[in-house]
């Protein structure tokens, strides 16, 4: 099993920046992915960054590409989401997600641990 725990959320105005951590405990040998996943209310949870445990590669959903950085420090098992720029509509719940999986990791059902979410609100 492995554990992840966010934080970092909040309130922040328009074209305001947010750093989101998750934090990963428990067995994460074996973990190919770490992402970040978004949900807004009535809306379906949606991809917003993954990055590859093992490696460097990273992957960025077109809405956040340039505003968004996704990071990761393997020594602590953290996991990060620079998030710059902020718009009203990146207002959502976000959930980080870790996946054994090694394709399909823009694909919410690919990932087998999900963290309780952190809410981030942008006000315009």
């Known amino acids: 099993q492995v554990q992840l725990v966010e934080s970092g959320g909040g309130l922040v105005q328009a074209g305001g920046s947010l750093r989101l951590s998750c934090a990963a405990s428990?067995?994460?040998?074996?973990?190919?992915?770490m992402a970040w996943f978004r949900q807004a209310p009535g809306k379906e949870r949606e991809f917003v960054a993954a990055?590859?445990?093992?490696?460097?590669?990273?992957y960025y959903a077109d809405s956040v590409k340039g505003r968004f950085t996704i990071s990761k420090d393997n020594a602590k098992n953290t996991m990060y989401l620079q998030m710059n720029s902020l718009k009203p509509e990146d207002t959502a719940v976000y959930y980080c997600?870790?996946?054994?999986?090694?394709?399909?990791?823009?694909?919410?059902?690919?990932?087998?641990?999900w963290g309780q979410g952190t809410q981030v609100t942008v006000s315009s």
């Open positions: 997600a870790a996946a054994r999986t090694l394709w399909g990791w823009t694909n919410a059902a690919q990932y087998d641990y």
């Open positions: 428990g067995r994460t040998f074996g973990v190919n992915f």
């Open positions: 990055i590859r445990w093992g490696g460097s590669s990273t």
